[in-house]
């Protein structure tokens, strides 16, 4: 998976596609994007980042823009299945992890943003009880 690390990554992205409209136009909405983000008092992180270019390719497949799809999908986390989550619930569960919160939150530390909550949830009450 791809990442950018900080804007001036996607400035230099944006430049190196300045042949490719769609994708010159749609780095320039990503940073435009991240430039009316809700906090402006704090410095733009990763996390942000991740956030704006999921929102713009959830945006992208619901207009059906193909190009635009494929170019973020090198930099959407991919979710676990359920058999992965749940074998990763069930080792855990068998070193001692049996609190909910406490499972939910090393599923979210070490698997940011690959991590269905609703599924997840599911498989630890059916471990948990």
């Known amino acids: 998976m791809k990442t950018f690390k900080n804007t001036n990554e996607i400035r230099q992205e944006r430049l190196a596609n300045r042949t490719n409209k769609t994708i010159y136009s749609l780095l320039g909405v990503l940073l435009g994007e991240l430039d009316r983000r809700p906090n402006q008092n704090s410095p733009i992180t990763e996390q942000d980042i991740y956030k704006t270019i999921k929102k713009l390719y959830d945006a992208a497949i619901e207009c059906g823009n193909a190009e635009e799809k494929e170019y973020?999908?090198?930099y959407i986390c991919k979710t676990m299945s359920s058999v992965e989550l749940t074998m990763i619930i069930d080792s855990a569960v068998r070193n001692g992890t049996r609190e909910f919160g406490s499972l939910m939150k090393m599923l979210n530390e070490n698997y940011p943003n690959r991590v269905d909550k609703?599924?997840?949830?599911n498989i630890i009450r059916k471990?948990?009880?």
């Open 118 to 121: 609703k599924m997840a949830a």
């Open 127 to 129: 471990y948990i009880g």
């Open 72 to 74: 973020l999908e090198d």
